[in-house]
C-alpha cells in the first residue's frame, strides 16, 4: 500500500508538470522525421528499437542542438509505435538524455506535443523532447535512456532500454537535399541552393540562398524562425534576411527563394559549413512546490540543420550584354545594362546607361533601394544619383527601363569601368568567434551590411551622334520608337540665342502607345545646360498608333557664345498629369511647358545626341516667297517692300510683308517673330504687327516689322530673321507675348532706296491706303493776317488685307509765300475720310499777311512713323489776292499783283515769268498765274 500511494503522488506530480511545461506553440521536428535526409536517417535507423510492452515499441528518429554562448538546448525526437488493440498511455514511460561533457537531464515535450499523451492503436506518433543541455556543443556519445515505471524497483523506474548515438553521426541533412518542417501549422520543404562568400570593401560575408516551398494549404506569411551559419569548428555566425527577403508571402503551393546574408571572419574556413533552423518559443516553468507560481522562459530550440552546398564562385561581374537573375521577395528578376554610351565634357566622360529590370516571377514585386554607382579598374567609385529604386514596383512580366548617369575623370580606364549595383542597407546580428568547445551567439549589436548586388561590364563606346534625315532607333518604357532629326536651327532670342530642333517621331512597335506629356534639356558642349525645353507637337492627340509619326519642336536657350558642336537633347516625361488635357483651341499644341512641371528624371523618353549638324536657317532670295507648313496654319509669305526711314541720330528700317492663307477653311495665321541681320552678324530685334482676326481660304493679311537701328548701319543689305512665334509650348496668338519662334527662314531683302517724291497731285502710297490731293487754292485780303486754304483730295484703301494697328500717320504742311511753315497730322480713316474729291479748308495766320499782295504757298506731304518722316509728295499752288476797293477817277491806275515763285503749268510743265496785269474798275481780281509743281 505504500509503493502504490507513493506510485499515485508521483503520477500526479508527472501530470501537473506536463500539463504546464509549455504556453506557445512550437512545430516538431519529429513531424517531418520520416523525411529526413538519407544520410541522417540511416544513421539512426541503425539503433535497435526499444520495446515498452508486448507490441509497443519506440524509436530514436533525431537529434538537434542548438549551441549559443547562453546555453546550449538539446531536441530529440521518439517515434513510438503501437501495434496492439488498446491505446497506450505515454505516462507509461519517460526518457533522460546523458551527454558526454554534462549529467543526465530528463527530456520534456515541445510546447506542440505536451498534448499528445496517448498513441492510439495501430498507430505510430512521433513525439519531440528537449532538454538544456547547458554547454554541450556536439552531439556525439549522447545516450538516450527510455524508462518505464516499476514498483517494485527502489526509484520505482526500470530502464527499458538506450539508444547511443554513433560517433560519425550528423545532424545536418546531407548537402543538396531537402527536409521537411512545420512552423505553426504551415508545412514547409527547405533545400538550401547556394552558398557565397563576397569580399566587398575589405570585409568578408557569407550570402546564403535557401529555397522554401509551401506545402500547406494557407498563405505563409514571414516565417518565424532563426538562421544560423556553422562552422565546422562549431563557431556560429547569425544570418539576416538580406533587404530583398524581408516581405516574404508564400502562396500555398509556391515555391520562392530567400537570401540570408552574414559577416564572417576573413580566416573562417569554408568547408563544411552547415545551416541551422531554430525557433523561438516560450515554456512554462514550476517549482517543485505545488502552491508556487508558473514563469515562461523563453527557448531557442533547434528544428532542423543542413550541410551546405560548396561555397560557389564569388563573382558578382556580369559580362557585357549578359543578364543576372535577381531574387526579390521569392520572385525572379532578369537585370540587364542594355547600353551605354559616353560622351566627353571636359576633362570628365559622361557615361549615360540604360538598364533593364523585368519581372518573371508571377506576382508583383518591389524592387529594393539599390545604390547604383560606376567603379573603375583603379579602385575608385563614382555614385549615380537616382530615385527609380526607391520608388519601382514591377508587375508580372512588366519590364522598366532605367536611365543611369554620371561622370567619370578621363584619366581613368574608360574601357574597364563596371556598373555596381549594391542593395540597400540591411541589419545583421554581428558574431564572435570561440574554440571548437563554446558556442557563438549573436550579440545585441546591429551593424548595417551593404552588399553588391552585381556589377556590369560597361561596354566602351562613343556615343553616337545623329545624323540629320536618318532615323535612330530606341527603347524606352512607353515602347520602341524611330526619332529622326529633320532641322537644327540657331536664331537670335533677345540678348541669347534660340536652338530648335524639329524630330519625327515613329512608333516602331506593334501596337499604339499613349505618349506622355514631356519636358527636358538641352546640353552642349562642357555641360552647358539650356533653359528647361519647349516642345512643341504639331497634334493635340497623345496616341499614336503603330507605325505612325509625329512631328516636334524642342526648343531651348542658350548663351549667345556657347558651342553648340556637340548637342544632347534629354526629354523626360513630367509627372504634372493634369497637363495631358486634350486642348479644345486649334492653336493649342501638346507641350511641356516651363511652368512648374516636375520632370520624371529617372523615366528617361530619348536621349538624342546630336552632333556636327548644320544650325543654319534656310535662305530665301530676294523677291522670292516662303511657305508656313504648319498644320492650320499653312500659308504664303512675300516681301512687298522695305524701306529706310532716315532721322538726325537713328534710322528705321520697315518691311511690309504680304501673307497668303494656303488653308482650305478659315484660320488663325501664326504670329511672327523677326530680326534684322547685318553682313557683320550684328542682330536687331524687330517689332511685329499684324491681325489678330482670323482670314478665310485665299485671304490676306499685311504684317509690318520695324526696329530702330544705329544711323551707322547700312540697311541696304540688312536681312530678315523670321520664324513662328511660340508660346510656353504653344503656337502663339496674335495677343500672346512669344517665347521663342520655329520654322525660320532668313529673307533677302529687296530695301528701297528713299522713294521719289512725287506732286501731291499724284497718288501717294501708304500702304493699304492711296492718298493724292486734286486741288488747292489760297485766298488772302488785302490788308488780312489769314489766308484761307480750300483743298480737295482722293483717299482709297486696299480693304482685301486684314492688318493689326495702322502706325502711320500723314503730315500736310503748308509753306505760305513768306516761307513760314505750318503742319498737321492726319490719320487716315480717322482725321481723312476715304472717297474722292472730299473738301478740305484750313487757315493760314500771321500778322505778316498784311503786307502780302498775293504769291504762291507750297503743300509738302509727309509719311511719319515713330517719329521719322519720308516725303512723299510737295506742290505749289497760287495765292489769290483781293485788294479792299475805293473811290477814284474814272481812269485808275493799273495794279500788279507780285510774284516771287516761278510757276509750273500741270498740263504743260512750262515755267512762266514773275509778272502780272491787273484790272480796274470794279474791283474784280483776276487769277493771273496757274498752280504749279516745284
Same mark, same amino acid.
Given at each position: 500500500?505504500?509503493?502504490?500511494?507513493?506510485?499515485?503522488?508521483?503520477?500526479?506530480?508527472?501530470?501537473?508538470?506536463?500539463?504546464?511545461?509549455?504556453?506557445?506553440?512550437?512545430?516538431?521536428?519529429?513531424?517531418?522525421?520520416?523525411?529526413?535526409?538519407?544520410?541522417?536517417?540511416?544513421?539512426?535507423?541503425?539503433?535497435?528499437?526499444?520495446?515498452?510492452?508486448?507490441?509497443?515499441?519506440?524509436?530514436?528518429?533525431?537529434?538537434?542542438?542548438?549551441?549559443?554562448?547562453?546555453?546550449?538546448?538539446?531536441?530529440?525526437?521518439?517515434?513510438?509505435?503501437?501495434?496492439?488493440?488498446?491505446?497506450?498511455?505515454?505516462?507509461?514511460?519517460?526518457?533522460?538524455?546523458?551527454?558526454?561533457?554534462?549529467?543526465?537531464?530528463?527530456?520534456?515535450?515541445?510546447?506542440?506535443?505536451?498534448?499528445?499523451?496517448?498513441?492510439?492503436?495501430?498507430?505510430?506518433?512521433?513525439?519531440?523532447?528537449?532538454?538544456?543541455?547547458?554547454?554541450?556543443?556536439?552531439?556525439?556519445?549522447?545516450?538516450?535512456?527510455?524508462?518505464?515505471?516499476?514498483?517494485?524497483?527502489?526509484?520505482?523506474?526500470?530502464?527499458?532500454?538506450?539508444?547511443?548515438?554513433?560517433?560519425?553521426?550528423?545532424?545536418?541533412?546531407?548537402?543538396?537535399?531537402?527536409?521537411?518542417?512545420?512552423?505553426?501549422?504551415?508545412?514547409?520543404?527547405?533545400?538550401?541552393?547556394?552558398?557565397?562568400?563576397?569580399?566587398?570593401?575589405?570585409?568578408?560575408?557569407?550570402?546564403?540562398?535557401?529555397?522554401?516551398?509551401?506545402?500547406?494549404?494557407?498563405?505563409?506569411?514571414?516565417?518565424?524562425?532563426?538562421?544560423?551559419?556553422?562552422?565546422?569548428?562549431?563557431?556560429?555566425?547569425?544570418?539576416?534576411?538580406?533587404?530583398?527577403?524581408?516581405?516574404?508571402?508564400?502562396?500555398?503551393?509556391?515555391?520562392?527563394?530567400?537570401?540570408?546574408?552574414?559577416?564572417?571572419?576573413?580566416?573562417?574556413?569554408?568547408? @563544411? *559549413?552547415? #545551416?541551422? /533552423?531554430?525557433?523561438?518559443?516560450?515554456? %512554462?516553468?514550476? $517549482? !517543485?512546490?505545488? +502552491?508556487?507560481?508558473? &514563469?515562461?522562459? @523563453? *527557448?531557442? #530550440?533547434? /528544428?532542423?540543420?543542413?550541410?551546405?552546398? %560548396?561555397?560557389? $564562385? !564569388?563573382?558578382? +561581374?556580369?559580362?557585357? &550584354?549578359?543578364?543576372?537573375?535577381?531574387?526579390?521577395?521569392?520572385?525572379?528578376?532578369?537585370?540587364?545594362?542594355? $547600353?551605354?554610351?559616353?560622351?566627353?565634357?571636359?576633362?570628365?566622360?559622361?557615361?549615360?546607361?540604360?538598364?533593364?529590370?523585368?519581372?518573371?516571377?508571377?506576382?508583383?514585386?518591389?524592387?529594393?533601394?539599390?545604390?547604383?554607382?560606376?567603379?573603375?579598374?583603379?579602385?575608385?567609385?563614382?555614385?549615380?544619383?537616382?530615385?527609380?529604386?526607391?520608388?519601382?514596383?514591377?508587375?508580372?512580366?512588366?519590364?522598366?527601363?532605367?536611365?543611369?548617369?554620371?561622370?567619370?575623370?578621363?584619366?581613368?580606364?574608360?574601357?574597364?569601368?563596371?556598373?555596381?549595383?549594391?542593395?540597400?542597407?540591411?541589419?545583421?546580428?554581428?558574431?564572435?568567434?570561440?574554440?571548437?568547445?563554446?558556442?557563438?551567439?549573436?550579440?545585441?549589436?546591429?551593424?548595417?551590411?551593404?552588399?553588391?548586388?552585381?556589377?556590369?561590364?560597361?561596354?566602351?563606346?562613343?556615343?553616337?551622334?545623329?545624323?540629320?534625315?536618318?532615323?535612330?532607333?530606341?527603347?524606352?518604357?512607353?515602347?520602341?520608337?524611330?526619332?529622326?532629326?529633320?532641322?537644327?536651327?540657331?536664331?537670335?532670342?533677345?540678348?541669347?540665342?534660340?536652338?530648335?530642333?524639329?524630330?519625327?517621331?515613329?512608333?516602331?512597335?506593334?501596337?499604339?502607345?499613349?505618349?506622355?506629356?514631356?519636358?527636358?534639356?538641352?546640353?552642349?558642349?562642357?555641360?552647358?545646360?539650356?533653359?528647361?525645353?519647349?516642345?512643341?507637337?504639331?497634334?493635340?492627340?497623345?496616341?499614336?498608333?503603330?507605325?505612325?509619326?509625329?512631328?516636334?519642336?524642342?526648343?531651348?536657350?542658350?548663351?549667345?557664345?556657347?558651342?553648340?558642336?556637340?548637342?544632347?537633347?534629354?526629354?523626360?516625361?513630367?509627372?504634372?498629369?493634369?497637363?495631358?488635357?486634350?486642348?479644345?483651341?486649334?492653336?493649342?499644341?501638346?507641350?511641356?511647358?516651363?511652368?512648374?512641371?516636375?520632370?520624371?528624371?529617372?523615366?528617361?523618353?530619348?536621349?538624342?545626341?546630336?552632333?556636327?549638324?548644320?544650325?543654319?536657317?534656310?535662305?530665301?532670295?530676294?523677291?522670292?516667297?516662303?511657305?508656313?507648313?504648319?498644320?492650320?496654319?499653312?500659308?504664303?509669305?512675300?516681301?512687298?517692300?522695305?524701306?529706310?526711314?532716315?532721322?538726325?541720330?537713328?534710322?528705321?528700317?520697315?518691311?511690309?510683308?504680304?501673307?497668303?492663307?494656303?488653308?482650305?477653311?478659315?484660320?488663325?495665321?501664326?504670329?511672327?517673330?523677326?530680326?534684322?541681320?547685318?553682313?557683320?552678324?550684328?542682330?536687331?530685334?524687330?517689332?511685329?504687327?499684324?491681325?489678330?482676326?482670323?482670314?478665310?481660304?485665299?485671304?490676306?493679311?499685311?504684317?509690318?516689322?520695324?526696329?530702330?537701328?544705329?544711323?551707322?548701319?547700312?540697311?541696304?543689305?540688312?536681312?530678315?530673321?523670321?520664324?513662328?512665334?511660340?508660346?510656353?509650348?504653344?503656337?502663339?496668338?496674335?495677343?500672346?507675348?512669344?517665347?521663342?519662334?520655329?520654322?525660320?527662314?532668313?529673307?533677302?531683302?529687296?530695301?528701297?532706296?528713299?522713294?521719289?517724291?512725287?506732286?501731291?497731285?499724284?497718288?501717294?502710297?501708304?500702304?493699304?491706303?492711296?492718298?493724292?490731293?486734286?486741288?488747292?487754292?489760297?485766298?488772302?485780303?488785302?490788308?488780312?493776317?489769314?489766308?484761307?486754304?480750300?483743298?480737295?483730295?482722293?483717299?482709297?484703301?486696299?480693304?482685301?488685307?486684314?492688318?493689326?494697328?495702322?502706325?502711320?500717320?500723314?503730315?500736310?504742311?503748308?509753306?505760305?509765300?513768306?516761307?513760314?511753315?505750318?503742319?498737321?497730322?492726319?490719320?487716315?480713316?480717322?482725321?481723312?475720310?476715304?472717297?474722292?474729291?472730299?473738301?478740305?479748308?484750313?487757315?493760314?495766320?500771321?500778322?505778316?499777311?498784311?503786307?502780302?499782295?498775293?504769291?504762291?504757298?507750297?503743300?509738302?506731304?509727309?509719311?511719319?512713323?515713330?517719329?521719322?518722316?519720308?516725303?512723299?509728295?510737295?506742290?505749289?499752288?497760287?495765292?489769290?489776292?483781293?485788294?479792299?476797293?475805293?473811290?477814284?477817277?474814272?481812269?485808275?491806275?493799273?495794279?500788279?499783283?507780285?510774284?516771287?515763285?516761278?510757276?509750273?503749268?500741270?498740263?504743260?510743265?512750262?515755267?512762266?515769268?514773275?509778272?502780272?496785269?491787273?484790272?480796274?474798275?470794279?474791283?474784280?481780281?483776276?487769277?493771273?498765274?496757274?498752280?504749279?509743281?516745284?
Amino acid at each position: 500500500m505504500k509503493k502504490h500511494h507513493a506510485y499515485l503522488v508521483l503520477l500526479a506530480g508527472i501530470m501537473a508538470v506536463s500539463s504546464t511545461s509549455g504556453v506557445a506553440v512550437l512545430s516538431s521536428p519529429a513531424s517531418a522525421a520520416q523525411a529526413a535526409s538519407s544520410s541522417t536517417g540511416s544513421s539512426l535507423t541503425s539503433l535497435p528499437a526499444i520495446g515498452l510492452q508486448s507490441g509497443v515499441s519506440v524509436r530514436l528518429s533525431d537529434m538537434q542542438l542548438s549551441a549559443r554562448n547562453s546555453g546550449s538546448i538539446l531536441t530529440y525526437t521518439l517515434t513510438y509505435t503501437n501495434r496492439t488493440s488498446s491505446p497506450y498511455k505515454l505516462l507509461n514511460t519517460f526518457s533522460r538524455v546523458q551527454t558526454p561533457q554534462n549529467g543526465a537531464f530528463k527530456g520534456v515535450p515541445v510546447p506542440e506535443d505536451k498534448d499528445h499523451i496517448t498513441i492510439s492503436p495501430g498507430t505510430s506518433q512521433s513525439i519531440t523532447y528537449y532538454v538544456n543541455a547547458q554547454d554541450q556543443s556536439r552531439v556525439n556519445g549522447t545516450k538516450i535512456s527510455v524508462y518505464g515505471w516499476d514498483f517494485d524497483s527502489a526509484n520505482y523506474e526500470k530502464k527499458l532500454g538506450t539508444f547511443t548515438l554513433p560517433a560519425s553521426y550528423s545532424p545536418a541533412v546531407a548537402a543538396n537535399q531537402a527536409r521537411k518542417i512545420m512552423i505553426g501549422h504551415t508545412p514547409l520543404k527547405l533545400k538550401p541552393e547556394q552558398l557565397q562568400i563576397i569580399n566587398f570593401n575589405g570585409k568578408h560575408y557569407a550570402r546564403l540562398t535557401l529555397q522554401m516551398t509551401n506545402l500547406g494549404t494557407e498563405m505563409l506569411e514571414s516565417p518565424g524562425y532563426n538562421a544560423y551559419l556553422l562552422s565546422s569548428s562549431g563557431s556560429s555566425y547569425a544570418l539576416g534576411l538580406d533587404r530583398s527577403s524581408k516581405e516574404l508571402d508564400i502562396q500555398p503551393g509556391a515555391t520562392t527563394r530567400i537570401s540570408y546574408v552574414a559577416a564572417i571572419p576573413a580566416h573562417l574556413p569554408t568547408s @563544411n *559549413l552547415s #545551416l541551422q /533552423i531554430t525557433h523561438t518559443t516560450g515554456v %512554462a516553468s514550476t $517549482s !517543485s512546490d505545488a +502552491t508556487s507560481s508558473t &514563469s515562461s522562459t @523563453n *527557448l531557442e #530550440l533547434p /528544428i532542423v540543420s543542413f550541410r551546405l552546398p %560548396a561555397v560557389s $564562385s !564569388s563573382s558578382l +561581374t556580369v559580362p557585357v &550584354s549578359k543578364s543576372r537573375k535577381l531574387w526579390i521577395d521569392g520572385n525572379a528578376v532578369t537585370s540587364t545594362l542594355k $547600353s551605354a554610351s559616353q560622351s566627353t565634357s571636359g576633362d570628365k566622360a559622361v557615361w549615360t546607361m540604360q538598364f533593364s529590370l523585368k519581372n518573371t516571377g508571377n506576382k508583383a514585386v518591389i524592387i529594393p533601394a539599390y545604390e547604383a554607382s560606376i567603379a573603375s579598374a583603379e579602385g575608385y567609385t563614382f555614385p549615380i544619383q537616382t530615385k527609380t529604386f526607391s520608388s519601382l514596383t514591377l508587375k508580372p512580366l512588366e519590364e522598366k527601363l532605367i536611365q543611369l548617369s554620371t561622370e567619370v575623370p578621363l584619366q581613368l580606364k574608360q574601357q574597364q569601368l563596371k556598373l555596381q549595383l549594391l542593395e540597400p542597407a540591411t541589419t545583421t546580428a554581428q558574431t564572435g568567434t570561440t574554440s571548437n568547445t563554446e558556442t557563438v551567439a549573436a550579440t545585441a549589436s546591429q551593424s548595417n551590411v551593404i552588399l553588391p548586388t552585381a556589377f556590369y561590364m560597361i561596354p566602351y563606346s562613343q556615343e553616337q551622334s545623329q545624323s540629320a534625315q536618318t532615323e535612330y532607333t530606341f527603347d524606352n518604357n512607353y515602347g520602341s520608337f524611330g526619332v529622326t532629326l529633320e532641322s537644327l536651327q540657331r536664331m537670335p532670342w533677345t540678348t541669347d540665342d534660340i536652338v530648335a530642333a524639329k524630330i519625327r517621331l515613329r512608333n516602331a512597335g506593334s501596337s499604339s502607345v499613349t505618349l506622355p506629356e514631356l519636358g527636358g534639356w538641352m546640353k552642349a558642349q562642357n555641360n552647358r545646360i539650356s533653359s528647361p525645353v519647349q516642345i512643341v507637337a504639331e497634334q493635340t492627340d497623345n496616341s499614336l498608333d503603330a507605325g505612325a509619326s509625329r512631328v516636334y519642336y524642342i526648343v531651348g536657350r542658350f548663351n549667345s557664345d556657347v558651342d553648340l558642336a556637340q548637342l544632347k537633347i534629354e526629354l523626360y516625361p513630367t509627372t504634372d498629369t493634369a497637363s495631358t488635357a486634350s486642348a479644345t483651341n486649334s492653336d493649342t499644341i501638346k507641350s511641356s511647358t516651363t511652368s512648374g512641371n516636375t520632370l520624371d528624371s529617372d523615366n528617361p523618353f530619348l536621349s538624342l545626341y546630336v552632333g556636327q549638324t548644320s544650325s543654319a536657317v534656310a535662305k530665301i532670295a530676294r523677291g522670292s516667297s516662303f511657305h508656313i507648313q504648319t498644320m492650320g496654319k499653312k500659308a504664303e509669305i512675300k516681301e512687298r517692300r522695305t524701306i529706310t526711314y532716315e532721322g538726325a541720330s537713328q534710322k528705321i528700317a520697315y518691311t511690309e510683308l504680304d501673307m497668303k492663307s494656303e488653308e482650305k477653311r478659315t484660320s488663325l495665321p501664326s504670329r511672327l517673330v523677326a530680326y534684322y541681320k547685318t553682313p557683320d552678324n550684328e542682330y536687331y530685334e524687330a517689332t511685329v504687327n499684324q491681325s489678330d482676326k482670323t482670314v478665310g481660304p485665299d485671304g490676306k493679311s499685311l504684317i509690318t516689322i520695324w526696329s530702330k537701328l544705329p544711323s551707322s548701319v547700312n540697311t541696304s543689305q540688312l536681312t530678315l530673321y523670321i520664324g513662328e512665334a511660340i508660346n510656353d509650348g504653344k503656337v502663339s496668338t496674335a495677343t500672346a507675348t512669344p517665347t521663342g519662334y520655329i520654322n525660320a527662314v532668313e529673307l533677302a531683302l529687296n530695301t528701297q532706296t528713299t522713294p521719289v517724291t512725287t506732286s501731291v497731285s499724284s497718288e501717294m502710297e501708304l500702304f493699304p491706303y492711296r492718298f493724292a490731293i486734286t486741288g488747292a487754292t489760297g485766298s488772302l485780303t488785302e490788308g488780312q493776317e489769314s489766308i484761307a486754304i480750300n483743298m480737295t483730295y482722293n483717299l482709297s484703301k486696299d480693304n482685301t488685307y486684314t492688318m493689326g494697328t495702322f502706325g502711320h500717320n500723314l503730315i500736310i504742311q503748308w509753306v505760305d509765300p513768306s516761307g513760314q511753315m505750318q503742319e498737321k497730322t492726319m490719320v487716315p480713316g480717322t482725321d481723312l475720310t476715304p472717297g474722292k474729291s472730299v473738301p478740305y479748308a484750313t487757315t493760314l495766320s500771321s500778322s505778316a499777311y498784311k503786307n502780302v499782295k498775293g504769291g504762291h504757298f507750297t503743300i509738302n506731304v509727309y509719311d511719319e512713323f515713330e517719329g521719322e518722316r519720308i516725303l512723299l509728295g510737295m506742290q505749289s499752288y497760287r495765292v489769290d489776292f483781293t485788294p479792299n476797293i475805293v473811290n477814284t477817277p474814272t481812269t485808275s491806275p493799273t495794279t500788279t499783283i507780285p510774284s516771287d515763285q516761278p510757276t509750273t503749268n500741270p498740263d504743260t510743265g512750262t515755267s512762266k515769268g514773275n509778272t502780272g496785269t491787273g484790272t480796274t474798275g470794279s474791283g474784280n481780281s483776276g487769277k493771273t498765274e496757274e498752280p504749279h509743281d516745284q
